[in-house]
């Protein structure tokens, strides 16, 4: 009996539930290929990860090595003895009683922040205030003094890689030579990154406090004759340490995915569908920027940046609605919008008709972006080490996509639900290289994900994320 | 089974044609039901054993595998319609006479295939309410949750279906009827 409701619906129940129905044919060799194909994919994303990684590891080595070799090349040049003296106590050394101290006009003192932190005080009034300015002349932003009385010096506490204490020096003109403590009778100006500190033969007053001394010196400059080429690179060095603003041009080859929510939240088959048929292609970034330096550590960094996003979408089968214009048109759903194909080379005959895509599409977005970060600098003078975060506000400028539509290539111009501005945050790390001159260059690892979505009015919202290694050849005003 | 399903998941193509031969009949006739043509059918089960052979690795061995492929296979099913969604015509189907017609050997003289092509001959909302309601036992709120419709709307859709299905029976059968009468 079919004469009631519940008739039909045991019906359909009772006939149609235990039917099976053999699949075409060509069904498994299709499934095969797929299958194939994305465990090929899948090497390939394993194999550019590896890649990723090797290069960043190879940039962080050669960057050690270079680091290295910088420093310990200045060290073998000249022979400085105290190399290997470094975290020793310095009473080991300095206590010895051809070493000429006055400690009454300059002491050292340990700070409570760590053993290599030391504060310098002095009395301004004495003789040494002469040297000490002389000092100061070339690194007065690098030297710290807690009395504010003393002219040119600045006040707080400041991190020496390296002090050792102001010495008397009757007559500073002598041969330079190291400070090796045989050689005392020798008066020598030694230089590191930090500081500068003369050394003179005398009587020692008193043994320094006993404490822990690293010793760094990068150049032992020869004071008794005018060193006109060290002086000249002094005042480079000065220059650039007051140069606050460096402009750089970079090049960023990026690699862009993107996380996509589903916004039915019932299920993640949207999500799924779109990571299974969209893979990236070769994306960039490139543009300039500058950085301007609050400090010796904390700087910004802005300017104006040109993003190009590319990426491929597998063969898929497209279906007609109605377009922009009221009449149907084939649409292409991508993660960033969807893609209406005008009617131009093959138009559907009404709404639902279905095409099939053979090829690989490919979508190309353009972005002009304004970023805007913080950085925090580490290390030293020649080669740095710098941490950087902050956001971008990212304009579309252009959008199109390249179908392949039954043997035709079609370029669209056309993606709609495509935001016109979208927000991303940016974190980065990265080296400088800053020879003496006003050029440096630069190595900078970024990592950059949208907190916007890109798209609007979709079933999905997508998050573009994308890691990139920025080359950049800077210049300093 | 669980040997089966730990090879698919190490990626043994054997395994998993094993597997795809096991249960593709059963499937394609879901995904058939679901879709307008054999073309649309053959793209979800494509489509769904491509998820299947990919969260394998996810299947708990709490329940059995054929509910959990088939769940699969629906869930693809629904998510191409919600794609297509807005690309149908809603068709409001007006003066629908509900014929009522009392003969047990109709039921006996009609085949799966003949009823599953009626099934396909209804607007797409109506067939994916009416597949959903009777073959997947989902109750109309969960249909409503699922296609992002109300669940008024699921129940409306619901009736009109199974009347035009009703329609649909007595239309082609009318042969049968009359002969069975005589």
Known sequence: MIDKNDDIVDLFKSVVEPFELAPPEESWPLLDLELERRKNEN???????????????????????????????????????????????????????????????????????????????????????IIIKTINKYHAPLVTNQKQSVSGLKTGKQKYSAILPITTVPNHTGRATDLSASQQENNSMFADTNIYYLQSSGPLTKPLPDTTIVTKPLEIVDVTQK???????????????????????????????????????????????????????????????????????????????????????????????????????????????????????????????????????????????????????????????????????????????????????????????????????????????????????????????????VNKNNPVSTYPYSFGIAFCLGFRF | MQKLIKKCIEGDRRAENELYTLFSAKMYAICYRYSKNKEEAKDILHEGFLKVFENLKNFKNEGALEGWIRRIMVNTAIYKYRQRSKLYPIISIDNIRVLHHSDEDIISRINAKELICMIQKLPPAYQMVFNLYVFEGYKHKEIAEELGISEGTSKSNFFEARAILQQAINVNYQNIKKAVSR
Not at chain 1, 87 to 115: F, H
Not at chain 1, 338 to 361: A, H, M, Q
Not at chain 1, 364 to 389: D, E, R
Not at chain 1, 390 to 400: D, R, T
């Open chain 1, 227 to 453: 060193n006109e080429p060290f002086l000249d690179s002094l005042n480079t060095k000065k220059e650039s340490a007051n140069s606050r603003l460096t402009a750089y041009l970079f090049f960023s080859p990026d690699y862009t995915k993107q996380s996509i929510v589903d916004n039915h939240n019932v299920d993640n088959q949207s999500e799924a569908d779109y990571k299974s048929s969209e893979s990236p292609d070769f994306s960039f970034t490139t543009g300039m920027k500058c950085n301007y330096s609050f400090n010796r550590k904390w700087g910004m960094q802005s300017g104006l940046t040109y993003s190009y996003f590319s990426q491929y979408i597998k063969p898929v089968l497209i279906f007609a609605s109605n377009g922009s214009d009221g009449s149907p048109h084939y649409a292409l759903p991508t993660s960033y919008g969807i893609v209406e194909l005008p009617n131009s080379t093959t138009s559907p005959s009404k709404v639902g008709d279905s095409l099939y895509l053979k090829s690989d599409s490919r979508q190309v977005i353009q972005f002009i972006n304004l970023p805007i970060l913080l950085t925090y600098k580490l290390g030293g003078n020649k080669l740095s080490y710098y941490l950087m975060a902050g956001a971008s506000l990212n304009m579309v400028i252009s959008e199109k996509a390249i179908l392949d539509e039954q043997g035709t290539q079609e370029i669209i111009h056309k993606v709609t639900g495509l935001r016109e501005f979208n927000q991303s945050l940016i974190v980065g790390a990265g080296i400088e290289y800053s020879p003496k001159n006003r050029f440096c260059f630069r190595v900078e690892p970024t990592f950059k994900r949208n907190i916007t979505p």
């Open chain 1, 43 to 129: 090497y390939r994303r394993i194999l550019l990860r590896f890649k990723i990684a090797s290069l960043v590891l190879l940039i962080l080595l050669m960057s050690s090595i270079l680091f290295q070799f910088y420093h310990s090349g200045k060290e073998t040049k000249y022979g400085f003895p105290f190399a290997d003296l470094r975290n020793r106590k310095s009473t080991a050394y300095l206590a010895k009683p051809d070493l000429p101290l006055i400690k009454d006009k300059v002491e050292l003192g340990t700070s409570n922040i760590n053993k290599n932190i030391f504060q310098n005080s002095y009395d301004s009034k004495s003789k040494e205030e």
